[in-house]
């Protein structure tokens, strides 16, 4: 079974950084492709970006010019670096991984990041 886990969440100030980290364990697996989601309670789950195991790499509009994803998908490692956040920004943000193109989609647990000042 798949298990993710990410960290790097907490407090920051308008305008600052964080960067998340996300891992799978549990198994060796070939993952399709990684992505990051985040969730204000009482909303649907907004996309923020995705990974794919080909290298690319897609953002949500909004996020575009902000955030960065990096790492190695088929390492099941990735990054979600967060720069010039804002107060909209606040919400638990989740990993993602799928092991082939439609599959279903396996969650972490969260990490919560507040942007306030």
């Known amino acids: 079974q798949v298990q993710l886990v990410e960290s790097g969440g907490g407090l920051v100030q308008p305008g600052g950084s964080l960067r998340l980290s996300c891992a799978a364990s549990g198994g060796i697996f070939v993952f399709y492709s990684m992505g990051w989601y985040r969730q204000v309670p009482g909303k649907q789950r907004e996309w923020v970006g995705t990974?794919?195991?080909?290298?690319?790499?897609d953002y949500a509009d909004s996020v575009k010019g902000r955030f960065t994803i990096s790492g190695d998908v088929a390492k099941s490692t990735v990054y979600l670096q967060m720069n010039n956040l804002k107060p909209e920004d606040t919400a638990v943000y989740y990993c993602n991984v799928r092991r082939v193109s439609g599959g279903a989609r396996y969650w972490g647990q969260g990490t919560q990041v507040t942007v306030s000042s």
């Open positions: 990974i794919a195991s080909g290298g690319s790499i």
